[in-house]
């Protein structure tokens, strides 16, 4: 997966939003108004940190080397995934859990807004 593919991914979900809170070159995804990614975009080798299920990140860490605790993040539910390392659709498959896990923590309110109850 390409830093490309990455981006437009992470976008691809619903009522997403790019931002820069922090530097210009690190890109931010949020789905109303929390994260569930951050990466440098233009980084070699491509990684980006993702929420994660505390008992799965342990597991994830045990088996991919390419799954690390997260960088600069609670290392308890935060992984940083090497982009390259890994099959691109299981990338996507934990973009898509990170991104579950943020607006399963939401109210309910906002929830049914992106049709998830």
């Known amino acids: 997966m390409t830093a490309k593919q990455l981006r437009a991914f992470c976008l691809e979900q619903n ?6 809170p922090f530097t210009p070159e690190v890109s ?3 789905v109303a108004g929390k994260m569930f990614a951050l990466t440098d975009l233009a980084s070699t080798p491509l990684k980006v940190s993702l929420k994660c299920d505390p008992d799965e990140a342990v597991r994830l860490r045990a088996e991919h080397p390419a799954i690390v605790p997260g960088w600069h993040l609670n290392k308890r539910h935060w992984n940083t995934v090497t ?11 934990l973009i898509e859990d990170s991104y579950d896990l943020v ?3 939401l109210p309910k309110a ?7 109850p």
């Open 110 to 116: 906002e929830r049914l807004r992106l049709d998830r």
């Open 15 to 20: 009522a997403v939003v790019e931002d820069f």
């Open 83 to 93: 982009v390259a390392e890994l099959p691109a659709r299981m990338v996507r498959e």
């Open 103 to 105: 607006v399963a923590g």
């Open 28 to 30: 931010v995804f949020k």
